[in-house]
């Protein structure tokens, strides 16, 4: 396996920037989860890594190799599609050795990989059926075989579990994970499903309109979102953002809300706040880290419910705080109903300051 570089690479269609010089570096034997909204530019990337597309600047290094000018065939990667582009009349083994057969391997040599793969994915018992034969968990299995064999340098992965259904994409999620740790591959996997990227991948690439926004391990990217679109990309249901006013409070910064509340920020918080550009700050919370009041409590504000939804294990509630929802999170026993007057209290240690203006994390 091996390391992948992006330096700086840049793909153009006339004014538009698909990839706007987007830089980073896939460890050996690492996951990385290309993430972003539908546009942004992942399959993009993945396709100037593969070398499908021409690129308008910049360089791609696998291994030790400057691979920018080769054709994909010299790449030495492995690509898996999301309509899996089996041979509907090979049988599964002939699919998994057909790019064997190409590379010109002795008929032992195949069979031994062939057989390998198929032992690793268990499709050993599949080998002589046809992709029509085969349910789409086991045909997506297939797809990952015939990638296998080729002992690539690096797996590229363009959502390879969208044509599943949901309890079938959370298992194969677990067996593509394994299969990542058995074989210590280097993985480089795009997907529109953050909780595909959170659950598998070692680090998360976050894009949006052809820009690398955050790169880094699921757990930094959700506790520290390096702007504001990551912070509300990344998290189900996603952060909610409240837009304030910064007033000095004899040295302390309260965040004030056009209805009329204020909330005084703690020492810490008032530091990064100070930080901003702008008087304008946004404050971001994630559901699980706020607290639902039913009467008026010291350090709380003041809300309407707006709705409620049960989802079993947990009841997310709708607030309306003025200029701004937030959800909250409860135990499915508190009842609540819309339009109840409620009170919101924030955790000082684990809300979120954002500038107003530059929509960048204070810190
Ligand atoms: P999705 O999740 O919807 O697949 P994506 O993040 O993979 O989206 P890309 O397919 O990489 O997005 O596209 C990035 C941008 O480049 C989009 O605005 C798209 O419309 C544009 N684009 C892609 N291919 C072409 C092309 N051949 N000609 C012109 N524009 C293109």
């Known amino acids: 396996m091996a390391q992948v570089v992006l330096k700086e690479i840049v793909k153009q269609y006339g004014s538009l920037y698909a990839v706007n010089n987007v830089s980073l570096t896939v460890e050996d034997g690492e996951f990385v989860a290309l993430v972003g909204p539908s546009g942004c530019g992942k399959t993009t990337t993945l396709n100037l890594v593969a070398g499908l597309l021409p690129m308008t600047g910049g360089d791609v290094l696998i291994g030790d190799r400057n691979v ?3 054709d994909p065939k010299d790449r030495d990667i492995a690509m898996v599609f999301q309509n899996y582009a089996l041979y509907p009349n090979k049988t599964v083994y002939k699919n998994l050795a057909f790019p064997l057969q190409m590379r010109k391997l002795s008929k032992a040599e195949i069979d031994t990989k062939v057989m390998d793969a198929a032992k ?6 599949l080998l002589q059926r046809k992709p029509r034969e085969l349910s789409g968990g086991q045909q997506q ?7 296998l064999v080729r002992d690539p340098q690096v797996f590229l992965m363009d959502e390879p579990l969208s044509n599943l259904d949901a309890k079938l994409r959370v298992q194969m999620r677990t067996e593509l994970k394994r299969f990542h740790q058995d074989l210590k591959a280097t993985v480089i996997y795009v997907t529109h499903d953050q909780l595909e990227a959170v659950t598998m991948a070692d680090k998360m690439a976050v894009m949006s309109g052809g820009f690398l926004q955050q790169y ?3 757990k930094n990217v959700f506790e520290h979102p390096v702007n504001m679109f990551v912070a509300s990309f990344v998290g189900s249901p996603a952060m909610s953002l409240i837009p304030l006013e910064a007033i000095n409070t004899g040295g302390k910064i309260a965040l004030s809300s056009s209805e ?5 920020l703690s020492e810490a918080n008032s530091k990064k706040a100070q930080t901003a550009s702008t008087s304008k700050i946004v404050l971001g919370a994630r559901h699980s880290t706020l607290q639902l009041h039913k009467s008026k409590e010291s350090n709380s504000v003041p809300g309407r419910v707006y709705t409620v939804e049960p989802t ?5 509630v709708q607030v309306f705080l003025g200029g701004a929802t937030v959800i909250v999170s409860l135990d499915p026993s508190v009842d609540v109903k819309s339009d109840q007057e409620v009170w919101i209290e924030f955790d000082q240690e684990r809300l979120h300051l954002f500038d107003g203006e530059t929509e960048m994390a204070l810190t």
């Open 68 to 70: 920018t000018d080769l």
């Open 120 to 125: 690793v994915l268990d499709i050993v018992h």
């Open 141 to 147: 299995r297939v797809a990952l075989g015939r990638a």
């Open 216 to 218: 880094d391990s699921p």
């Open 260 to 264: 009329g509340w204020q909330l005084p």
């Open 312 to 316: 079993g294990d947990v009841t997310f």
